[in-house]
């Protein structure tokens, strides 16, 4: 074991690090564990990207909520009883075939929780952080999203101010399809903008 | 034991995608948030934090090592925790000592994690 002083964070396995934080932090009563348990399953089983599936699925079907959800998102959301922390601020951005909107966060992670629910890796990786702001297109047609030249490719950085959410094209031959059905189409990478909605 | 694939125990998946890909990182999400929660932690001064731990990774990663956004968050939790006096570096480095002095087949809390790294 080497000395104290200059072994302040790599040395030590993180594991065991963030088990000594929240020890000593209980210890001083400064958190319960069954907050702590509660925000993990929360995140882990309540609040995903199924929420902001129904959210897509409405303004599919129904032309007012679609008005409001993109006049005001974070109004227009909270009506279908998803709010919280990081969804305080929403902004929802409407793909349509002349424009295309995809969302990063250039500086951290920033992303709509209640919604989308915790983000996924790759929109935490440097790589694409960096690269879809510098190369939209590039990065999209490896998604499998190929845009044609006449398409607006619109990247839009989320911050602690404004959380973006895509409302992605309905696709074709969905016409027919109920509203719980919709949202069966709608995944995460589809309301991030990287991909768009497959008909079944 | 019998794999649980859909009940309380299985993994938490997102998309296919694990939430958190050790159980340490759920940990370190839960502390946070419950922070946030009781007031004892701001925000936005752990995502300011966040985004310098994130961006001097950035800067100089480490050769060889891949980007883990899990460990940038726990390191931003320290530091802003020590800052404000509540729990310093040392307290922490101290008690993860203890920890990992633990005779072999205590009964730790969190999996047995990946030391490839």
Request: proline content about 8%; hydrophobic content about 40%.
């Amino acid at each position: 074991m080497t000395d104290v002083a200059d072994t302040v964070e790599p040395a030590i396995d993180p594991a065991l690090r963030a088990e000594a934080l929240e020890s000593l932090l209980l210890e001083r009563g400064l958190v319960d564990t069954k907050t702590i348990e509660g925000f993990i399953h929360t995140y882990e089983t309540a609040v995903g990207p199924m929420n902001g599936a129904k959210v897509v699925a409405k303004a599919w079907t129904d032309p007012e909520y679609r008005q409001r959800l993109l006049t005001d998102g974070t109004a227009a959301i909270a009506e279908l009883g998803f709010k919280g922390p990081q969804g305080e601020h929403m902004v929802v951005v409407e793909n349509t075939p002349s424009v295309h909107h995809v969302v990063v966060c250039t500086l951290c992670s920033c992303y709509p929780w209640p919604v989308l629910g915790l983000p996924p890796s790759w929109y935490k990786d440097p790589a694409y952080r960096a690269r879809v702001v510098k190369e939209p297109r590039a990065v999209l047609a490896e998604w499998g999203t190929e845009l044609g030249p006449d398409v607006d490719v619109q990247v839009h950085d989320s911050s602690s101010e404004v959380r973006y959410l895509v409302l992605p094209e309905r696709p074709p031959g969905t016409e027919g399809m109920t509203e719980e059905e919709l949202v069966g189409l709608v995944t995460r990478d589809t309301m991030v903008g990287v991909r768009k909605v497959q008909a079944p | 034991m019998q794999l649980d694939v859909d009940g309380p125990a299985a993994p938490p998946r997102s998309n296919g995608e694990l939430v958190f890909a050790e159980p340490w990182e759920g940990r370190a999400f839960g502390l946070t948030m419950a922070l946030v929660h009781g007031a004892v932690l701001d925000y936005e001064t752990f995502r300011t934090a966040l985004m310098e731990r994130i961006a001097a990774w950035e800067v100089a990663p480490p050769p060889g090592e891949e980007f883990r956004y899990y460990r940038c968050w726990l390191a931003a939790l320290e530091q802003v925790l020590g800052r404000a006096g509540l729990v310093s570096p040392d307290d922490v480095l101290r008690r993860s000592v203890e920890f990992a002095a633990r005779p072999a087949g205590h009964d730790h809390r969190h999996d047995d994690h990946d030391h490839s790294h």
